[in-house]
């Protein structure tokens, strides 16, 4: 009985002792098996501001955040100082009406990009930022408009009936 008394006494060391190897001898082949591993799938890109889609313009391809909430589509691109080269916004509405947008506290000159019901494009407006006296309306009623980077969609040849496509 002692020496089951003795052996139990010092199985908690023991156990320790193991544990202790055991995460240093795992540490040591850790590159070797990080290598073996597969490459991870490709990530979808993300800002501060979320998730991008990929939205291909005519044959362009340009990552979007979506703004599909009264939030989101009243906020867009306001109080920003700066876009991304071939990143922008989607707004996107319930359903087709007329829209209009104006530049009040935007700090980025863009182009706004209105889009049909068959994702075809409308209109091309360009606009300064800081503007909030002028608004920018479609000439029909569209249930989807782009933000990008003034002068994008001349850089690549974006014209009016062009079409749209999400990813």
């Known amino acids: 009985m002692n020496m089951v008394r003795k052996f139990f006494s010092k199985t908690p060391f023991a156990l320790v002792l193991l544990g202790i190897l055991a995460f240093f001898s795992t540490g040591c082949n850790q590159e070797t098996r990080s290598s073996q591993l597969a490459p991870p ?3 979808q890109p993300t800002t501060k501001h979320g998730n991008l889609r990929k939205l291909r313009i005519d044959t362009n391809t340009v990552w979007v955040e979506i703004a599909d909430s009264d939030s989101k589509r009243r906020e867009g691109l306001m109080w920003r100082d700066s876009l991304p080269t071939n990143q922008g916004m989607l707004f996107v509405f319930p359903y ?3 829209q209009s ?5 935007t700090y980025i000159p863009l182009d706004l990009v209105y889009v049909d019901d068959n994702w075809m494009i409308t209109d091309i407006h360009h606009m300064e930022p800081i503007v909030d006296t002028i608004f920018f309306k479609s000439s029909k009623p569209v249930p989807y408009a782009v933000e990008l980077n003034q002068g994008w969609c001349e850089t690549h040849g974006v014209k009016v009936g062009d079409t749209v496509v999400l990813h």
């Open 96 to 98: 087709a009406e007329m």
């Open 101 to 105: 947008f104006w530049m009040r506290n």
């Open 41 to 43: 799938k490709k990530a």
